[in-house]
């Protein structure tokens, strides 16, 4: 039984970045009710009532996953670690996106899977063999016939995006070698309930897998994990190692420890969640709290990066230009735009000193560390950060 634990409340698509503010603009932009549940059957978190993902995975895809240097660096040791790890003879990635990940591959050996036709069209371009649908049946079944069974099938935050979970895993156990090997990484739900990051809740977030969720729909479908890592990228994620139930690969000691960690966590159980949406609540309170008051005092407040997560935030919390005079992202196709939802500017980067900017919301939290790197001189000139990652925080 799904369980409602959380209403974020009305929500745009995150990835529809607006043009302009146009009255025809504004009256076709999509709203839906974002509400959490938990199904007590199967431990798994999911968005109640997911939208259809044609209206999400459109030729103006805006994220770029190649557009952070801490990602970049990401990828190429995990295509390194599965090199050395599989030596694979064929392999496949489910969400190439811009290509951050095939990169690092020879172009003969892989094959990207990507439904935004705007990112196909990209690796393609590159010299990459690519399919530009969506991950089912049908297209697993299209791929066998003409490339054969596959070794290694890899995906980063894709799997999560996907509704049918069940069709995911049969399509992966038709395309897959007897002894090949699924590798899929996306945002833990153990780390969101540690850092109250809420902001992992948004419309292509259908799900948000733990170890215990996975484990039960993979066994579904004679499917077995065989290895897992918790990891620091996006705030933490999960990255799982899926083979066929019969092959030869043994299970990993991690399995038993994070299955013990998620117990003692109670990652099961209903109340876990209850309690979390009272301190995702005490959160907004305390953010629109600061952000009124900074106001008051005349203080300047922009975000740092229009990331998918912050749309949660402003929308959920209310936030609007009045609070956030702008939003700062590299991505190009961002810049120029208005935030779904709250429309605030989004502007390219700038002398965030000269722009006399005296807080930046850290709407791309995930890389503080890179984005203080970057921007030394406005610290060394008194501007702070302000986070929600734990706690509402200034830094
Ligand atoms: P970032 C996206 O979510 C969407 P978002 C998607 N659904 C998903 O699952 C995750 O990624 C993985 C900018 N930036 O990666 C670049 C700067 O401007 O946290 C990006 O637009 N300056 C697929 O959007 C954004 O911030 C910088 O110095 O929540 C970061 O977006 C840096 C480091 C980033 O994902």
Request: a positive charge.
């Amino acid at each position: 039984m799904k369980k409602v634990f959380l209403n974020l409340l009305k929500q745009p698509i995150t990835n529809s970045y607006l043009p302009n503010l146009k009255n025809t603009t504004l009256k076709n932009e999509f709203f839906y009710n974002l509400s959490m549940a938990f199904d007590t059957s199967n431990y798994l978190v999911s968005i109640k009532k997911p939208i259809n993902p044609k209206k999400q995975y459109t030729d103006k895809y805006a994220h770029r996953a190649s557009q952070s240097k801490t990602m970049n660096i990401a990828f190429r040791k995990i295509a390194n670690k599965l090199k050395k790890k599989f030596k694979p003879r064929l392999l496949m990635e489910i969400g190439s996106n811009d290509g951050v990940f095939i990169k690092n591959y020879n172009k003969k050996n892989i094959i990207a899977v990507e439904p935004c036709k705007n990112l196909a069209k990209i690796t393609r371009k590159n010299g990459y063999l690519t399919f530009d649908n969506f991950w089912d049946l049908k297209l697993s079944k299209k791929i066998v016939k003409k490339k054969g069974k596959i070794d290694l099938v890899y995906s980063a935050n894709t799997i999560s995006h996907i509704p049918n979970l069940n069709e995911v895993f049969k399509s992966i156990s038709y395309c897959l070698e007897k002894n090949g090997v699924f590798v899929f990484e996306d945002p833990y739900i153990g780390s969101v309930i540690k850092n109250n990051s809420y902001d992992q809740f948004y419309d292509e977030h259908v799900h948000l897998f733990s170890f215990i969720s996975i484990s039960n729909i993979v066994k579904k479908n004679n499917l077995k994990i065989i290895d897992v890592e918790i990891l620091k990228t996006h705030g933490g994620s999960i990255r799982f190692y899926v083979a066929k139930a019969g092959s030869r690969h043994k299970v990993s000691s991690r399995v038993k420890k994070i299955f013990k960690y998620e117990i003692k966590n109670k990652l099961n159980k209903f109340s876990t969640y209850k309690s979390f949406s009272k301190r995702v609540a005490k959160s907004k309170k305390k953010l629109v709290f600061l952000l009124k008051k900074l106001k008051r005092n005349n203080k300047k407040v922009i975000s740092y990066g229009a990331t998918y997560k912050s749309a949660t935030i402003f929308n959920y919390c209310n936030i609007g230009p009045e609070l956030i005079t702008f939003v700062t992202d590299s991505t190009i196709n961002k810049q120029g735009k208005f935030t779904p939802g709250k429309h605030i500017p989004i502007k390219p980067p700038c002398d965030l000193v000269k722009e006399k900017i005296d807080y930046a919301f850290l709407g791309a939290w995930n890389f503080a560390k890179e984005i203080k790197d970057k921007e030394k001189k406005f610290i060394k000139k008194g501007g702070k950060f302000i986070t929600h990652v734990p706690n509402i925080n200034i830094i």
